[in-house]
């Protein structure tokens, strides 16, 4: 069964740093393309980042850009999101999910940790 | 960018059909995918490129994409679908996008 495990998230201060983690399992992590989306409270899904299989490609989107830095270690089955010089804006819900195929459907989901950023 | 556009509400009555737009510009020229997330749950897959069931889905749930419009459709709706229903595709200059979310309710 795949398992897409979150943690990471808090509490934390306007222009501070946190790192999320994506432990991942029941499937060939280093095969597949993973992403991060996020979901401020009471909105809508915005997707924020993706890795391919080997870290060689990176994207991201524009808000979070020069910010906020994704990587991934296939020998713990892990993603990370790296969230520095964070505004209140980052407020979110933050899941990772795994690409089916690449830039194709997200067919797992984790459950999600939450960031807030407020003084 | 590219942008993708859903009502904000839906509303159906128990045990009719209920259709949910996305409208994009030439979205039928891509890959459009559907999920479903219910209060405190992460999304889950319903429908992938256009009209493609994951297992698990019941066979009531169907899509069709064409010209600018997507739709996702819950035909003999049941309280169980209430839900937001977002729409997603992936473009070679915007990336991943996101429809904005559709709250279903079923009456």
Known sequence: EVQLVESGGGLVQPGGSLRLSCAASGFTFRSDWMHWVRQAPGKGLVWVARINSDGSSISYADSVKGRFTVSRDNAKNTMYLQMNSLRADDTAVYYCARDNYSNDYFDSWGQGTLVAVSS | ?????????????????????????????????????????????????????????????????????????????????????????WDSRADVVFGGGTKLTVL
């Not at chain 2, 069931?53 to 003999?76: D, M, Q, V």
Request: one cysteine or more; proline letters at 6%.
């Open chain 2, 1 to 89: 960018s590219y942008e993708l556009t859903q009502p904000l509400s839906v509303s159906v009555a128990l045990g009719q059909t209920a259709k949910i737009t996305c409208v994009g510009n030439n979205i039928g020229r891509y890959n459009v995918h559907w999920y479903q997330q219910k209060p405190g749950q992460a999304p889950i897959v319903v429908m992938y490129r256009d009209n493609n069931r994951p297992s698990g889905i019941p066979e009531r749930f169907s899509g069709s994409n064409s010209g600018n419009t997507a739709t996702l459709t819950i035909s003999r709706a049941q309280a169980g679908d209430e839900a937001d229903y977002y729409c997603h595709l």
